[in-house]
């Protein structure tokens, strides 16, 4: 039976912050034994990782940057933590809908790790068209200011920008032309309203998937791992596209026409309003 959402979690204050940046921090979102939860999921994760796994660093790199997507049937910790902490309520909260889960997603930046993320949009990569969405990130170890994810704030009400590959710059979705590019955003910092926070364990960040988002690499002694939950709202639909979407949803298109809601078991409604 699905849960019934509890919009309280949030105050009006930050679900008006989301709708106009497009990124919000909620402190102590998680319990302690939740991040101890997740903790073990990414480390079983690691140890077990799934086809959809890969390395996202250079080979030279004197870090290691792995990612890995949809473990949520497999991994108990990872489907605890999406169907009964209170991560789906803040994100309905946001959307002012039901809850659908679109996917999960572990990301490990380990110590000393110089690749960066990036600036980019998620959901020009996604295989789902609407608006009303967002996505968690959540860490099990502190982030310090030149590791954590930045936003670029309002720029998810700007429309879709041209997505590229992220180690070679190569657009392998989307014509080139056919897409507006992204702003210099690094050349010229001081002209954007750049968004970002330290965190802590328990903390999450809560951003829309068109909001302009990047991160740097990992200096230092400490570990950076984090799980995300993406959530889809009240207007999302599939949209099979003819590249590999990330992540990729093999043969959707034959039970999920282009336009269909998201209805599916690999989609689950975690909270009804």
Request: hydrophobic share 40%.
């Amino acid at each position: 039976m699905t849960a019934t959402l509890d919009t309280s979690i949030l105050s009006t204050e930050q679900i008006e912050d989301f709708h106009r940046d497009g990124a919000i921090v909620v402190r102590g979102l998680f319990t302690p034994e939740e991040v101890a939860t997740l903790e073990r999921g990414i480390e079983r994760n690691l140890a077990d990782p799934s086809p959809r796994f890969k390395v996202a660093s250079k080979p030279d790199d004197p870090g290691w940057f792995g990612e890995d997507f949809c473990n949520w049937q497999r991994i108990e910790e990872f489907r605890d933590v999406a169907f009964n902490s209170r991560a789906a309520d803040a994100a309905g909260a946001l959307m002012g809908c039901d809850v659908r889960l679109y996917h999960d997603h572990m990301l490990v930046k380990e110590p000393g790790t110089r690749q960066d993320t990036p600036w980019h949009q998620d959901q020009p990569y996604y295989n789902v068209d609407g608006f009303n969405n967002c996505s968690m990130w959540a860490p099990v170890d502190p982030v310090a200011p030149e590791s954590t994810l930045e936003f670029v704030a309002g720029s998810h009400r700007e429309g879709w920008l041209m997505p590229r590959s992220f180690m070679d710059n190569q657009a392998k979705w989307f014509p080139e032309g056919s897409l507006r590019e992204l702003p210099a955003i690094e050349e010229d910092r001081a002209s954007f309203d750049i968004l970002g926070w330290q965190l802590e364990p328990g903390d999450a960040v809560f951003f829309h998937m068109l909001t302009l988002h990047h991160a740097y690499g990992v200096p230092g002694q400490r570990r950076r791992r984090a799980f995300s939950l993406r959530f889809l709202g009240d207007d999302m639909v599939h949209a099979p596209r003819n590249w590999v979407t990330s992540p990729q949803f093999d043969g959707l298109e034959l039970e999920l026409p282009a336009g269909s809601p998201m209805d599916h078991p690999l989609f689950p409604v975690l909270r009804s309003s």
